[in-house]
């Protein structure tokens, strides 16, 4: 995990020549929302200063207290690898706080990092490593969505079959531009189907990584003219995606307290 300062992301935007950054925050549904400054406001987002309207993001706020604030995570400072190479844009992560300077309850964000804090005071660190699976389908002549593919790709397929083979090399090389550790990517069993699993790590690291991830799918298959959807079932008859989250909970001597060497599967109660 990164350790920046206030002071290393002000010299890495001047240094990079970073012209725009992205303040990302994620709403009660699991979608990434944000909002976009040049660089020259980015001392005032650092300070905190940064409002938005809460009343018009699902479930936030009401009307009467729709003034909240972005306070950005320094640490996930990212360089997007996609955009120009002048006038860079980057983006860094928010938590959300109310006008008050309370933490936002409904922030999932927060939530995660109550839970965390909670745990750590019973003596566990609880570590996540998803496996996430995606369709890349065909766009229209508008560019819209469809749930189209010419392919006929299965389990482990690969090129001519697995059409959607130089995406998803472009999505995993991204992904390790962004100091993502893939562990692999393949075809999955229906066609059109992706997976591509990155190494586990501490929960609201993971959970962030998600998000980021999501982003660079969608953006790289973009790119080479698809459309990458994370719908749990978009095809009547095919096999539909998850997202598997092998989970292992440790306590303070290390041990992962899923697992019983005296019951018969290995498993704790």
């Known amino acids: 995990m990164n350790n920046y300062t206030r002071e290393d992301i002000l010299r890495m935007v001047e240094e990079e020549d970073v012209g725009f950054i ?3 925050f994620t709403d009660m549904y699991g979608t990434l929302k944000n909002v976009a400054i040049t660089s020259s406001q ?6 905190n200063e940064c409002m938005f309207d809460g009343s018009a993001i699902e479930g936030f706020a009401r009307m009467e207290d729709s003034d909240m604030y972005l306070r950005p995570d320094l640490n996930t400072f990212e360089i997007f690898p996609w955009r120009p190479q002048q006038g860079k844009v980057a983006r860094l992560l928010c938590d ?22 909670e745990a750590k005071e019973m003596g566990y660190t609880f570590d996540v490593g998803p496996e996430c699976e995606f369709f890349l389908f065909h766009t229209d002549e508008d560019g819209l969505p469809t749930t ?7 389990y482990f397929d690969l090129g001519p079959l697995d059409l959607g083979e130089n995406a998803r090399r472009d ?4 992904l390790e531009d962004m100091g993502f550790e893939v562990e692999e990517s393949h075809h999955e069993f229906a066609p059109a189907q992706q997976e591509v699993d990155f190494k586990y790590d501490e929960a609201l690291l993971t959970a962030d990584n998600i998000m980021t991830f999501k982003l660079v ?7 080479h003219g698809l459309h990458a959807t994370f719908m749990p079932k978009p095809k009547y008859n095919e096999n ?6 092998n989970m292992s909970l440790h306590n303070e001597a290390g041990e992962n307290v899923f697992n019983d060497k005296n019951d018969p599967n290995g498993m704790s109660k």
Do not use: C, N, W
């Open 22 to 24: 992205r303040l990302q």
């Open 42 to 47: 980015l001392e005032k987002a650092l300070d």
């Open 96 to 117: 959300v706080q109310k006008a008050d300077g309370s933490m936002f309850e409904s922030d999932p964000r927060y939530v995660l990092k109550k839970v965390i804090a």
């Open 148 to 154: 189209f593919s010419h392919e006929k790709a299965s």
């Open 171 to 174: 999505i995993v090389l991204t």
């Open 217 to 223: 799918v969608k953006t790289i298959a973009k790119r």
């Open 240 to 245: 539909g995606s998850g997202m598997h989250m």
